[in-house]
């Protein structure tokens, strides 16, 4: 898995360096011209993945000073702060409990840990997992049909020992 991880990990960084170049240098005012860009430069992403490295590169709108706004990174915002040790972190820290009913599951979190949890599992694409979808402190999670919730909790208690 960590040499699978690695690889999908720089995908992901060449990714959000093309959409960071993107919205550094045109004046983007919505999603779906983000969205064609990135089709432009080979990426053919959803509207979902784009939503998720929108918020990894702490992207926000701003107004032109008459009728329109654009999309703009904040300064804040910071190449080093992404990198896998935050996704392993946020589910080591924010994981209080996991339950299955067959292929669904429900991952307790703490509060307010279940966005940036959710984030990392999907960022981290580990193969079991279909889908997630997050709430405040809870994460409702389909494995792939095939797939067996003990061997994605084998997964984790070998990648994260301290996840329950």
Known sequence: MDILIGIKMKDKEKRLNILSEIINDNKIETQDELL??????GFNITQGTLSRDLRILKVSK??????SYYYT????FNS????????????????VSM???????????????AQSVCVALDTLKFPEILGTIAGDDTIFIVLREGSTKETLLDEFHQNFPKTK
């Open 36 to 41: 064609k860009l990135m089709k432009e430069k």
């Open 80 to 95: 080093d702060d992404f990198n896998i040790n935050q996704y392993i972190s946020d589910i080591k820290n924010g994981i």
């Open 73 to 76: 990174i904040s300064s804040s």
């Open 99 to 113: 339950e299955f009913n067959g292929s669904i599951g429900v991952i307790k979190t703490r509060s307010g840990y």
């Open 62 to 67: 701003i107004s032109d000073g008459w009728n």
